[in-house]
């Protein structure tokens, strides 16, 4: 059958990745969650004197259901924080709402690698949907003879790279969130003991594992569909 094939073993390494750095995620919050930082801050404290101290006082932040269901929107200015952020005084709720707060600083000065990620969603959405069956479909009419197959494969190949390019950008802009989060929940005194501070970092840490394993899983795809491409020629 054409879906069970041996080149899923290429989706095996980046698989186990996943499930791996979803794991640390997890674990990482759900320990952290039950550490109460030293100033007793919320989530929504933490953020807002962050926001405040880098001149980001019209930035709003909001609650939104959900657990890590945080994110800034650029497009309204709004942070809005799940609820097991922001009204939370753990040492992972001050860290992931922090974490935030990084892309609105991101925003504010136009970061080069955000400006990059963001322009390029909406052809990123498209292109992860047509991807695999532009690829699939092209390999089905190259088996039949049509020419057009080698085009419709090609066209999936592209929007796989774009998906790969889109990760990959990520990666600087995830991992310069939480440098900036780490840095200045010690400069402005969210965090007050190395304990705290190592407990931020493992949770932001953790975090930024997921977007590495969302690159490999992209390659892997890349990989498989070309393989599976060339056992058919």
């Not at 390999?139 to 990959?168: K, P, Q, R, Y």
Request: contains cysteine; proline residues 3%.
């Amino acid at each position: 059958m054409f879906w069970y094939d041996a080149t899923y073993v290429i989706l095996i390494p980046a698989i186990i990745f996943t499930f791996i750095a979803q794991g640390k995620v997890t674990s990482n919050f759900n320990r952290f969650s039950k550490v109460r930082n030293r100033r007793g801050l919320t989530g929504y404290q933490a953020a807002r004197m962050m926001l405040d101290a880098n001149g980001l006082r019209d930035v709003q932040i909001e609650q939104v259901r959900g657990s890590l269901t945080d994110h800034y929107d650029p497009r309204s200015r709004v942070l809005r924080l799940s609820e097991t952020v922001y009204g939370v005084e753990s040492v992972a709720a001050i860290s992931v709402a922090c974490h935030e707060v990084g892309h609105a600083i991101q925003h504010a000065q136009s970061y080069g690698p955000l400006k990059v990620r963001n322009s390029i969603v909406p052809v990123v959405n498209l292109a992860s949907s047509l991807s695999w069956p532009m690829a699939i479909v092209g390999i089905i009419l190259l088996g039949s003879g049509a020419l057009i197959g080698d085009t419709l494969f090609n066209i999936g190949v592209i929007a796989m790279l774009a998906v790969i390019f889109f990760h990959t950008v990520t990666l600087p802009v995830e991992y310069n969130a939480s440098r900036r989060a780490k840095d200045q929940m010690e400069e402005l005194g969210i965090i007050v003991d190395g304990e705290e501070a190592r407990g931020a970092r493992k949770v932001l840490s953790a975090a930024a594992m997921t977007y590495v394993a969302a690159l490999a899983t992209a390659i892997a795809n890349l990989l498989r569909i070309l393989a599976i491409r060339g056992n058919r020629d």
